[in-house]
């Protein structure tokens, strides 16, 4: 083992063996010495990383200097007397070490000394000091058997322990008790592997395709790998991977795909531990970019694709890491298990059996006969619901033959006609999908596919790659096919109802995002691939031009719901006459929330579901009015006054103090509320004189709360309330400001708690007391810088910020990175300034801010070019300084 651990000579060459040996046994001195040698060898090992070495050289390389290290403080403090034995194990054992990875010891003493020498506890500190990080456990051999009896993990480890130091009488023992035939059958040894790899993956939501992945437990890491070793070695006794190829289970290709996947992130892992400076295993934010360069993708600093295809090598990697896992076990779990004997076996046709539950190809030659099988194969799954799956043979077949899918495959419309009826299939259709993207054919089919396989996008916003995120739309929609989840996804379930050809909304759903990446808008290329594919296809025109057409507005729903005020009767019918018809719109809807829903866990609520069911409600209204009968903004007007005073008079209200209230209302105020909020804040008007006022009521049904602040106007109000929504770390959606003739804020703020619920009564309460105080004081109390979280200090970059003449205003766009604090600093901008707040507006999306302002000067004049300058001047020294002050890089 020594002699393979020091591969490297120039590793060999920088530790003074002869040295070492001389050490004198004072732990001092000892500490001073092996931590000079470890350092000198770090940074030996490090050149020769930054020289392009061989990873599993320098794995072994370190290994073996710090079985050194060990070997002497072990020599020096412990006698030998003692009757301990020292023996490696996890990584350690196997003679693989990163550049902090933890060495793990087992210290076994003999079964009659019954306590433990003070000379190991002088031992393990000495590491410390050495900075080793040992992880360490003192047992005798009854202990190690009765532990490994009770965990499948400590007898894991302890298969893979070698003997480093003593007589290895107690080591002997041990192995020959604890090995896995001793204490684990076969069938239990695996389902308890299994069971501890599923737990696992389920602390990773099942998936590769995490944000800051994990790079040794995540789905895909190099446990996974670890895995297949562990039951390699159990069944087939061997230490090696080479031994699957041996057996039949791996063929030489795979066993290189194998060993140059656990190479790649073996080199990922040292660069992160380097990176880092500490035992780090998750790919955080802010070393992506830094490994990007380090590793050759470019300069991260003008834009993020150098990252992004960093990232895309990695996911790739560790889908196929991912894959091959997960085929193994098949393999094991079927050919090892005789308890799988008992599932039925039958035949379906000529070319396809059940074996054991499991799906078959009856010839392994037939595919080159005849490869259309590999997309019947599929239709045959979603057609045997009953199936467990494909057997793990069949899968190398399909992985060895995606080769026979070329343009001719692709053009064929016997395939494409079974393609196309897969889409129709009533059951089964999103796991065919997604099972032909795990084999690699749906790239195969679709080259473009191909290209979005594993492609990142580096923001919060876009929390899975893109071919995960598209499967995962497709997804949410045959959801609503099911009726599943009617609590979160009511509105789409119903309008799903009407859908007469899902198989529409599937290829929309395909291609919607299948040029990201590409440069140019993606909307548009889509399209265009989509064009191509459905033209081929059996379809009418019709259906061709409304996938098309879906392709291309995919983000039209979605951005008009966030971004424009869809109180608005202007912007409802711009909506409206861009859809054109009912049958667009239902489409439009329906894949619009399986889209936002399918971004992120964390991104679909009850707030996002009512504005887009506002907006699909208005645009029905209007489409049903024709395209001469819009409503205008009058009308709209005079309907939210009228529905209004309805409500109010049922509460007893009598018209005339409604029109008295009204009066000093502007009438934009009729239109950026909707009926329900103005019948509700104008009761609180009426029913409570005293000023100011501050209400708050949860919106269950959007889970939102509202906050209503009537006040005596003045240049810092909005500044306020802005601070004082920050402070309670709650997330503002919707602000409509209003000032009335008189000069009384008639201001409401849409929010959420950091939770993404409504406020509690006690925070609700909390809040008003606050406000009405600091209101009354007419007091803006500026926020002390607050820190950028570690999560979004590498998305931090330069605000956008536009000024605009508007009508008799000046218009203040600000795009930005969200922050804490992010709302307040820009409050505090236009007080510094002395400007007037007439409106606002805010949209967030994921990580980014898009929120728009209209001003004025004191005056009430809208501001000249040097006022312009000096805002922005303002702004920017509040948003971009504070974000550089609080660690964040900026980027341009």
Not at 186 to 194: E, H, N, R
Not at 250 to 278: C, I, K
Not at 748 to 761: G, I, K, N, R, T
Request: aromatic residues 8%.
């Amino acid at each position: 083992m020594i002699e393979r651990l020091g591969a490297v000579p120039a590793t060999r060459d920088c530790l003074d063996l002869a040295a070492l040996a001389a050490l004198e046994s004072d732990p001092e001195l000892l500490t001073r010495a092996l931590g000079e040698a470890r350092s000198s060898a770090d940074a030996e090992l490090g050149r020769l990383f930054s020289k392009d070495t061989d990873i599993r050289e320098l794995v072994h390389a370190r290994a073996w200097v710090v079985e050194q290290l060990v070997l002497t403080a072990w020599a020096r403090l412990v006698p030998d007397d003692e009757g301990f034995e020292l023996c490696a194990v996890g990584g350690f054992g196997r003679g693989e070490l990163h550049p902090h990875s933890d060495v793990d010891l087992l210290i076994l003493y003999p079964e009659a000394q019954g306590s433990h020498d003070a000379a190991l506890e002088r031992f393990i500190q000495v590491l410390w000091d050495v900075d080793l990080n040992p992880g360490h456990s003192v047992r005798s051999v009854d202990e190690c058997v009765s532990e490994a009896k009770k965990d499948v993990a400590v007898a894991t480890n302890l298969m893979e322990s070698r003997l480093m130091a003593g007589s290895g009488q107690s080591y002997r023992q041990m192995r020959e008790r604890t090995d896995p035939p001793a204490l684990w059958p076969a069938d239990a040894f695996f389902s308890a592997k299994v069971e501890e790899q599923d737990a696992r993956h389920e602390q990773f939501e099942d998936t590769v395709y995490n944000l800051e992945p994990n790079l040794k437990e995540g789905p895909g890491g190099l446990r996974d790998m670890q895995m297949i070793a562990w039951v390699t070695r159990r069944h087939f006794g061997t230490s090696t991977l080479h031994g699957l190829v041996e057996h039949g289970f791996l063929s030489e290709r795979e066993h290189e795909d194998l060993v140059a996947g656990r190479d790649h992130l073996w080199r990922l892992r040292w660069a992160l531990h380097d990176t880092a400076g500490r035992a780090e295993e998750r790919l955080l934010f802010e070393y992506q970019r830094r490994l990007a360069e380090r590793f050759g993708y470019g300069a991260c600093s003008e834009s993020n694709e150098p990252v992004e295809r960093f990232m895309q090598t990695y996911y790739r990697n560790v889908m196929q890491l991912e894959r091959l896992n997960e085929r193994l076990l098949q393999t094991f779990d079927e050919e090892l298990l005789a308890g799988r004997r008992h599932l039925p076996s039958a035949d379906i046709d000529e070319h396809f059996r059940i074996r054991h539950g499991y799906l078959e190809l009856k010839d392994p030659h037939a595919l080159v006969k005849d490869p259309s099988l590999i997309m019947r194969m599929f239709l045959v799954l979603a057609d045997h619901p009953d199936a467990r799956g494909v057997r793990a043979t069949t899968i190398r077949l399909v992985r060895e033959h995606l080769y026979l899918i070329d343009e001719e495959f692709r053009r064929d419309p016997e395939i494409l006609d079974q393609f196309l009826s897969l889409l129709r299939r009533s059951r089964l259709v999103y796991s065919q999908l997604a099972r032909m993207n795990r084999y690699g054919v749906l790239a195969a089919l679709l080259p473009e596919f191909a290209q979005i396989t594993g492609r990142m996008q580096f923001d919060l916003f876009h929390v899975y790659t893109v071919d995960q995120h598209t499967l995962f739309v497709i997804r949410n929609l045959r959801r609503f096919a099911y009726a599943k989840h009617p609590d979160r996804f009511n509105h789409a379930i119903e309008i799903f109802k009407r859908i007469e050809r899902p198989e529409v909304l599937y290829l929309a759903a395909l291609f919607h995002d299948i040029a990201k990446g590409r440069g140019g808008d993606h909307s548009e290329l889509g399209a265009d691939d989509a064009r191509r594919f459905v033209d081929r296809l059996d379809l009418s025109d019709a259906d061709r031009e409304l996938v098309v057409w879906l392709v291309r507005e995919h983000l039209l729903m979605s951005r008009t719901s966030q971004r424009e005020d869809i109180s608005d009767p202007e912007v409802v019918n711009r909506f409206a006459e861009k859809v054109g018809n009912q049958r667009y719109l239902d489409h439009l809807f329906v894949l619009t929330v399986a889209d936002i829903a399918a971004t992120s866990p964390r991104l679909w609520n009850s707030w996002k579901d009512s504005l887009l069911w506002e907006l699909y409600l208005a645009a029905t209204e209007t489409l049903g009015r024709g395209p001469d009968q819009t409503m205008d903004r009058q009308a709209s007007l005079e309907e939210t006054r009228g529905e209004a005073e309805e409500v109010l008079r049922e509460q007893g209200i009598d018209a005339a103090r409604i029109a008295e209230c009204w009066q000093y209302l502007p009438e934009r105020a009729f239109l950026r509320l909707d009926a329900e909020q103005l019948a509700w804040t104008t009761a609180l008007v009426l029913d409570e004189p005293e000023r100011p006022l501050v209400a708050c009521r949860a919106l269950e049904d959007k889970g939102i709360s509202e906050i209503f602040v009537h006040a005596a106007d003045f240049a810092g109000l909005f500044a306020v309330v802005a601070r004082e929504l920050d402070r309670m770390q709650l997330n503002v959606l919707a602000a409509r400001v209003v000032t009335t003739a008189d000069g009384l804020s008639w201001d409401l703020f849409q929010v959420m708690d950091a939770h993404s619920q409504p406020l509690y009564e006690s925070d609700a309460e909390r809040l008003k007391r606050a406000l009405v105080e600091q209101l009354r004081a007419r007091e803006v109390r500026p926020l002390p810088p607050r820190p950028v979280p570690r999560r979004l200090q590498p998305f931090m970059g330069r605000a956008e910020i536009m000024l605009s003449a508007g009508q008799g205003v000046t218009e203040l766009e600000i795009a930005a990175t969200d922050r804490p604090g992010l709302l307040s600093a820009i409050a505090e901008a236009l007080v510094a300034r002395g400007l007037r707040l007439h409106d606002a507006r805010v949209a967030t999306f994921g990580q980014r801010v898009e929120d728009f302002f209209t001003v004025t000067g004191t005056d009430g004049r809208p501001l000249d070019r040097d006022a312009c300058d000096l805002l922005e001047e303002e702004l920017r020294k509040r948003l971009d300084v504070a974000a550089r002050d609080s660690g964040a890089k900026l980027k341009p």
